[in-house]
């Protein structure tokens, strides 16, 4: 279905619903520039980091897995014997994810829980695309130490976020910009400010630097961009 949902004035701060579920998919290739370029950089570099696994069963993790979109796309990349894990908050989310599990008959599980209450497994991987600027920022930090403290030696956590810059003018810009790749999409300028009014305060952007400053704090021993469009990147950190 097509993300008209902005169309209208939905009353309310931005949430993972059943009407949002309903559309995800069309929103994430619309909102995310060059979202399937990057998730071909995922598949890749976890087909690289399992290649050196010595876990008889890896385990990859997808912490706001929304529809399951990545993690299909890494079940039909990786090795039959890889364990897949998705969680969201959303139970929307998940029983579409579910569904579209099923449909391409893929062996995939899907946790429907909060990520700060999660106890996580002894894991390969871990991928938080786009749902660590919804988590609070003094909570941040606590989230990805137990990620990191579940990875395995040499597993790697892969992080995209919409990012800000502290340069003032440099930050208008790049939001300038972005308005524009949306609207090239086909969002008009009333749903794109609507949306943006409707996710302040629920979706907290980091900058680039400090995003990787928190992955050095909590251990990480290499950190590389592999990917970075205006206020939008994806970071590797490995253990």
């Known amino acids: 279905m097509k993300d008209t949902i902005f169309k209208q004035d939905i009353g309310k701060q931005f949430e993972f619903d059943a009407q949002v579920a309903s559309v995800f998919d069309d929103m994430l290739e619309r909102s995310i520039p060059h979202y399937k370029e990057v998730l071909g950089l995922i598949v890749d570099f976890c087909s690289y980091t399992l290649e050196s696994s010595k876990s008889a069963i890896p385990l990859v ?20 014997h890889t364990r897949f894990i998705g969680i969201d908050s959303s139970q929307a ?15 995939i599980e899907f946790i429907c829980t909060d990520l700060l209450e999660y106890d996580f497994l002894h894991s390969d991987i871990v ?11 003094m909570q941040r930090p606590a989230l990805l130490q137990k990620i990191y403290n579940a990875l395995t030696e040499g ?9 800000t810059s502290h340069h003032r003018i440099l930050d208008r810009q790049m939001i300038e910009r972005y308005v524009r790749y949306k609207q090239e999409q086909g969002y008009t300028k009333t749903e794109i400010s609507k ?3 409707a996710l302040e305060n629920v979706l907290v952007p980091f900058s680039l630097e400090e995003n990787i400053a928190m992955l050095k704090d909590i251990g990480f021993s290499g950190i590389e961009v592999l990917f970075k ?3 939008f990147g994806t970071l590797i950190a490995k253990k």
């Open 155 to 163: 597993g790697i956590l892969i992080v995209s976020e919409k990012m």
């Open 127 to 137: 991928i938080a695309n786009y749902s660590l600027q919804f988590i609070r920022p």
């Open 93 to 107: 989310m998940i029983d579409k994810a579910s569904l579209k599990a099923q449909a391409y008959n893929a062996n």
């Open 229 to 231: 469009w205006v206020n």
């Open 195 to 197: 949306k943006r009014e």
């Open 61 to 80: 993790y997808d912490l706001g897995s929304s529809t399951g979109t990545t993690l299909l796309a890494l079940s039909q990349a990786l090795s039959a």
